[in-house]
């Protein structure tokens, strides 16, 4: 009807009639095409959603059987465990004395079957920090006057026969030597602890000002050490050791004993708790 209309029309209407039908075709044509292009991509997008469903799902099934043979190997393994320790338990407790007896000895055979015993009985589950100085000897932890502490009121210090400091000074100490030999080969070495007040007098006609005046050191309260293998020089790789990590321990270097302080003491080191 358009084509007949166009056809009665005068050339120049006629015109005018003939490019409104061209360009409306165009527009259908090209609508019908982004139809078909939209078609298309929706199609492509489903695909890929239900392959990237279907692998979801198969890694989830993978992960929940690795989880689950996860969980079998930790229970099986925690079962050989607690069987071991049953099976040793008894060996390791009788051990207990042949430590406590090493702790303090400076032999280095005594000290290497010291950390070998407590090593086996730390594997097979045993609470070794009784031996290792995490925990002190003595509960006894009274106030008593400078020098005058009771030998029940000290406890010894490891790698170092006959130096004694007050209970939870010398645990932490003990335990701080334990870690200073795991990364050096050997325990801190001590020139002095617990001072009676009849020592600190000795200490003070020996040594004059480097010495505290008898009854003020904390060499008398069991709260001090003199250190030496290194640790006595400023800028040795064992004094830097002691800076970095006494504080872990509780332990710390005075002021005055800094380098620079009033009284420049490398190898003294406090507890502070």
């Given at each position: 009807?358009?084509?007949?209309?166009?056809?009665?029309?005068?050339?120049?209407?006629?015109?005018?009639?003939?490019?409104?039908?061209?360009?409306?075709?165009?527009?259908?044509?090209?609508?019908?095409?982004?139809?078909?292009?939209?078609?298309?991509?929706?199609?492509?997008?489903?695909?890929?959603?239900?392959?990237?469903?279907?692998?979801?799902?198969?890694?989830?099934?993978?992960?929940?059987?690795?989880?689950?043979?996860?969980?079998?190997?930790i229970t099986e393994r925690k079962a050989t465990l607690e069987t071991l320790r049953k099976e040793y338990a008894s060996e390791l407790k009788e051990a207990g004395p042949l430590v406590k007896s090493?702790?303090?000895?400076?032999?280095?055979?005594?000290?290497?079957?010291?950390?070998?015993?407590?090593?086996?009985?730390?594997?097979?589950?045993?609470?070794?920090?009784?031996?290792?100085?995490?925990?002190?000897?003595?509960?006894?932890?009274?106030?008593?006057?400078?020098?005058?502490?009771?030998?029940?009121?000290?406890?010894?210090?490891?790698?170092?026969?006959?130096?004694?400091?007050?209970?939870?000074?010398?645990?932490?100490?003990?335990?701080?030597?334990?870690?200073?030999?795991?990364?050096?080969?050997?325990?801190?070495?001590?020139?002095?602890?617990?001072?009676?007040?009849?020592?600190?007098?000795?200490?003070?006609?020996?040594?004059?000002?480097?010495?505290?005046?008898?009854?003020?050191?904390?060499?008398?309260?069991?709260?001090?050490?003199?250190?030496?293998?290194?640790?006595?020089?400023?800028?040795?790789?064992?004094?830097?050791?002691?800076?970095?990590?006494?504080?872990?321990?509780?332990?710390?270097?005075?002021?005055?004993?800094?380098?620079?302080?009033?009284?420049?003491?490398?190898?003294?080191?406090?507890?502070?708790?």
């Open positions: 009807m358009a084509f007949l209309n166009i056809m009665t029309k005068s050339p120049a209407k006629a015109g005018d009639s003939a490019g409104d039908l061209s360009y409306l075709t165009d527009e259908r044509i090209h609508s019908v095409d982004l139809v078909r292009v939209d078609t298309i991509t929706a199609a492509q997008l489903s695909r890929k959603r239900a392959k990237a469903e279907k692998r979801a799902k198969s890694e989830k099934a993978k992960a929940d059987k690795a989880r689950k043979d996860l969980t079998a190997v090493l702790l303090g000895l400076t032999d280095p055979d005594a000290q290497d079957a010291q950390e070998s015993l407590t090593a086996a009985m730390e594997k097979a589950g045993q609470d070794v920090s009784a031996f290792e100085g995490a925990a002190p000897c003595s509960d006894n932890e009274g106030t008593y006057p400078n020098g005058q502490v009771p030998p029940n009121a000290l406890c010894p210090l490891i790698g170092a026969a006959g130096e004694m400091l007050r209970p939870k000074a010398a645990a932490a100490f003990n335990e701080m030597s334990k870690a200073y030999a795991r990364d050096t080969g050997s325990p801190i070495c001590i020139t002095d602890s617990y001072r009676s007040y009849a020592e600190q007098v000795i200490v003070k006609q020996q040594r004059g000002g480097w010495a505290a005046t008898p009854g003020r050191s904390n060499h008398g309260l069991g709260l001090a050490l003199d250190l030496c293998g290194g640790i006595n020089s400023f800028g040795t790789a064992a004094h830097a050791w002691m800076q970095q990590n006494a504080a872990l321990y509780g332990w710390f270097h005075p002021a005055w004993a800094q380098a620079g302080g009033s009284l420049p003491e490398p190898w003294h080191w406090e507890y502070a708790g």
